[in-house]
């Protein structure tokens, strides 16, 4: 849309009758309208009047989802602000009609978006004029989106109109009549199907290698799912190579792989593998069950119509569109699209391709953008299977690991990082299974090991920090399998890491990019080497300055000036003096929900408190148990990698989480949750209550638009809180199980 809406037109347009009808409704839309009247079942009463329009409102014709037009026309009225001249300035009325306790409404367009307040949707009272905003916890987009909004008790039963203004240049809103809430299972049926569907199909070609292999030599659990990961993920990065190579191969390989590992599922039947599938029940169970309700916690408050742009908005408004760059990529492979130029100033070589791989395994099914959020929402979930796998080899007792993983699933970063689904959790999924291998299997699997590290390094680059520290705690431990044992892992992360290098250098260079950014703190792309960027951004670099940059990346492992807990909660408190308590709690929140995405320390939230109970078994000299040396040995590494992190990236206060590994996540968070069992039962369980209610204030029911807005905000929708009920009561059931000692037909647990 062209800009010119100037201030003498908007001083026009602001003088203008209120709501004067200038464009009637087509007659063949009349019946739609009587449908939409009759069909409030939740508590609104329309009345027969018709809507009316100043400016740029009009009936919808589509053309921004001509799909989900056709699909609501058959229901109720749509209009939209893109019509007229190009400033789409306009006012809109409809009604009126009784207010119920309940309402919902279509909405596409601008509206929800931080900072943007040329649009608004609104009631107003029919006899007093007064108006109260409506605003969607996160944008509505471009295409229809149900939300739904609980009136407060003093509008319940007036006669309002529904309003709408759109005074943007750029921006536009776009509305439907009021509409009942459909409540029934029928709402979120499909995306529950299709995330059964897609967990199966993912692991499917590692199951079926993982039970080949099992015919032939015995493996435990660990191993087994290990295997399966690994050759899942291998497949499905073959599948990258085939689809550039040419469309028309990579598909062809995709079924091939489908269908053999269909086929492979049949031939490795046998009392063995039926073993392996009662141990691997319930932490795969666990897993489909919290990223399921991950999901639902995304889709609460709307965007099930909209999923893979949800994500952006719901916990952090703003946040870039980098879990849609692997999308973005496989489309173009998939289409035989040209991936040069890529997105902006991004180039196809700037990430890894491992998680575009995984959606060109499922493109020949035809899944698509709408499949693309439930499948990285399963493979960033596949971090609970390494952790379930590193304890296990650790031999932590049940209940422990059960106790483990509940705190970690109901952490706000891993449901954060589960559904902005940036590849960052799939690679630290990796780095857990090696760690697992080199700390309990000391000199044996080096090729699985090597696997392991490559796909994490083809999953993300920042897996690079985690490999260092893992480096130097092999060469520390004096665990050092020999070189044959280093030339075979060498060996297979090669195998993995040069076609992508090939790729960086040859069809999409430089492909350095990222690497100058983080380590010399040059952003744009230029033509010269590495080793080249970082001798001139560190020739001219004082050692006061160098020192300054390294101690101010330490301070960014606990706060920094943008993400200042104590200075935003004083804000808080000064909103709450102000009689706006609901934009002090929101405030706070936000804060919380800051802190926990960018800096180390703060992700784990109320787990900190866990560093007590390390202590307290370290004075009491527990070190020789289990679960005291897997704290230690993840303390150590995590320390390493700050180590690392902070002495090589370039830029002041670069050390954010998402600029680094995951895996030291992780690992701070195990070995913290370790260190609060050590608490008395009594106090494990009262941690355990507050980080639940910690989880649910803050990162589920405060989650909304980051502008403290007084408008009135969406309300959950009723048929996915259902879904959310049922999905917490299934993950809490999968950990209770989980806890429980082992049936006497299972295969005896590490105690």
């Known amino acids: 849309m062209a800009a010119g809406l100037g201030s003498t037109r908007a001083v026009m347009l602001s003088s203008l009758p209120p709501f004067r009808p200038l464009q009637p409704v087509p007659w063949r839309a009349w019946w739609r309208f009587a449908l939409?009247?009759?069909?409030?079942?939740?508590?609104?009463?329309?009345?027969?009047?018709?809507?009316?329009?100043?400016?740029?409102?009009?009936?919808?014709?589509?053309?921004?989802?001509?799909?989900?037009?056709?699909?609501?026309?058959?229901?109720?009225?749509?209009?939209?602000?893109?019509?007229?001249?190009?400033?789409?300035?306009?006012?809109?009325?409809?009604?009126?009609?009784?207010?119920?306790?309940?309402?919902?409404?279509?909405?596409?367009?601008?509206?929800?978006?931080?900072?943007?307040?040329?649009?608004?949707?609104?009631?107003?009272?029919?006899?007093?004029?007064?108006?109260?905003?409506?605003?969607?916890?996160s944008p509505a987009g471009s295409r229809w989106t149900l939300y739904r909004w609980s009136p407060p008790a003093p509008w319940v039963g007036r006669s309002v109109y529904l309003g709408a203004e759109d005074h943007s240049k750029t921006a536009w809103i776009g509305l439907s009549a009021p509409l009942p809430m459909d409540t029934s299972p029928r709402r979120w049926l499909p995306l529950a199907g299709l995330h059964l569907a897609l967990f199966a199909t993912l692991l499917l070609p590692g199951w079926a290698a993982a039970a080949w292999t099992l015919r032939r030599r015995h493996l435990t659990a660990e191993q087994f799912l290990t295997l399966a990961l690994v050759a899942s993920?291998?497949?499905?990065?073959?599948?990258?190579?085939?689809?550039?190579?040419?469309?028309?191969?990579?598909?062809?390989?995709?079924?091939?792989?489908?269908?053999?590992?269909?086929?492979?599922?049949?031939?490795?039947?046998?009392?063995?593998?039926?073993?392996?599938?009662?141990?691997?029940?319930?932490?795969?169970?666990?897993?489909?069950?919290?990223?399921?309700?991950?999901?639902?916690?995304?889709?609460?408050?709307?965007?099930?119509?909209?999923?893979?742009?949800?994500?952006?908005?719901?916990?952090?408004?703003?946040?870039?569109?980098?879990p849609l760059l692997p999308y973005w990529l496989s489309e173009r492979l998939q289409t035989g699209s040209?991936?040069?130029?890529?997105?902006?100033?991004?180039?196809?070589?700037d990430r890894p391709p491992l998680q575009s791989a995984f959606q060109l395994q499922i493109a020949a099914l035809g899944a698509g953008e709408v499949a693309y959020q439930v499948l990285g929402t399963i493979l960033q979930t596949w971090v609970f299977l390494g952790l379930w796998a590193l304890l296990r080899q650790a031999r932590i007792p049940r209940p422990k690991i059960a106790w483990v993983l509940a705190f970690l699933i109901f952490s706000g970063f891993f449901l954060l990082n589960s559904t902005f689904v940036w590849p960052k959790l799939l690679p630290a999924a990796f780095l857990l299974l090696a760690a697992a291998l080199l700390w309990y299997h000391p000199g044996q699997s080096p090729a699985m090991i090597g696997a392991c590290a490559?796909?994490?390094?083809?999953?993300?680059?920042?897996?690079?920090?985690?490999?260092?520290?893992?480096?130097?705690?092999?060469?520390?431990?004096?665990?050092?399998?020999?070189?044959?044992?280093?030339?075979?892992?060498?060996?297979?992360?090669?195998?993995?890491?040069?076609p992508w290098s090939l790729y960086q250098h040859y069809y999409d260079p430089p492909g350095n990019r990222l690497l100058k950014w983080h380590l010399a703190g040059v952003l744009p792309v230029d033509s010269r080497s590495l080793p080249q960027t970082l001798e001139d951004a560190y020739r001219g670099l004082s050692f006061s300055q160098w020192e300054h940059a390294k101690l101010y990346n330490l301070r960014a492992l606990f706060t920094d000036d943008g993400t200042r807990l104590a200075a935003n909660l004083r804000g808080a408190v000064r909103l709450a003096r102000q009689d706006r308590v609901s934009a002090a709690a929101r405030q706070a929140a936000s804060a919380l929900r800051d802190g926990g995405m960018l800096h180390l320390f703060q992700a784990p939230g109320l787990l900190d408190f866990g560093l007590l109970g390390l202590a307290w078994s370290w004075l009491r000299r527990k070190g020789r148990t289990p679960e005291a040396a897997l704290a230690g040995r993840c303390l150590l590494?995590?320390?390493?990698?700050?180590?690392?992190?902070?002495?090589?990236?370039?830029?002041?206060?670069?050390?954010?989480?998402?600029?680094?590994?995951?895996?030291?996540?992780?690992?701070?968070?195990?070995?913290?949750?370790?260190?609060?069992?050590?608490?008395?039962?009594?106090?494990?369980?009262?941690?355990?209550?507050?980080q639940a209610a910690f989880f649910g204030g803050v990162w589920i029911l405060s989650a909304d638009r980051g502008d403290f807005t007084p408008a009135l905000l969406t309300a959950a929708d009723p048929a996915v809180a259902g879904l959310l009920g049922l999905t917490l009561a299934l993950t809490v059931g999968c950990l209770v199980r989980l806890g429980m000692p082992p049936r006497a037909s299972s295969a005896p647990a590490a105690t």
């Open 454 to 498: 490559g796909l994490a390094m083809a999953a993300h680059g920042g897996s690079a920090f985690a490999l260092l520290a893992l480096g130097c705690w092999f060469l520390l431990s004096g665990r050092a399998g020999g070189w044959r044992f280093c030339l075979v892992a060498g060996l297979a992360t090669a195998a993995y890491l040069l």
């Open 637 to 690: 590494v995590t320390a390493l990698c700050i180590a690392g992190w902070c002495l090589l990236m370039f830029s002041p206060g670069a050390t954010l989480n998402h600029q680094g590994t995951y895996f030291t996540n992780c690992c701070l968070m195990v070995a913290l949750a370790l260190g609060a069992l050590e608490f008395p039962p009594s106090m494990v369980g009262a941690l355990a209550a507050a």
């Open 36 to 137: 939409a009247a009759g069909a409030l079942a939740l508590g609104t009463t329309a009345a027969a009047a018709p809507a009316r329009m100043i400016g740029a409102f009009g009936p919808s014709t589509g053309a921004f989802d001509p799909a989900g037009t056709r699909r609501l026309l058959g229901e109720t009225q749509l209009w939209d602000s893109m019509h007229g001249q190009d400033t789409n300035a306009g006012v809109f009325q409809w009604g009126p009609f009784t207010l119920g306790s309940s309402f919902a409404v279509e909405v596409a367009g601008s509206l929800g978006v931080p900072g943007d307040s040329g649009v608004s949707l609104f009631w107003q009272d029919a006899a007093t004029g007064q108006r109260l905003l409506l605003a969607p916890r």
């Open 338 to 349: 040209p991936v040069r130029p890529f997105f902006a100033d991004w180039l196809s070589s």
């Open 233 to 322: 993920a291998t497949a499905a990065y073959g599948l990258f190579w085939a689809y550039l190579l040419n469309r028309s191969c990579g598909l062809v390989a995709s079924w091939s792989v489908l269908l053999a590992g269909a086929a492979g599922l049949f031939v490795g039947r046998g009392a063995e593998l039926r073993r392996i599938c009662a141990e691997l029940a319930l932490p795969l169970a666990l897993t489909g069950a919290a990223g399921l309700m991950y999901l639902a916690v995304l889709f609460l408050y709307g965007g099930l119509e909209w999923p893979e742009s949800v994500s952006l908005d719901r916990f952090i408004h703003n946040l870039p569109p980098d």
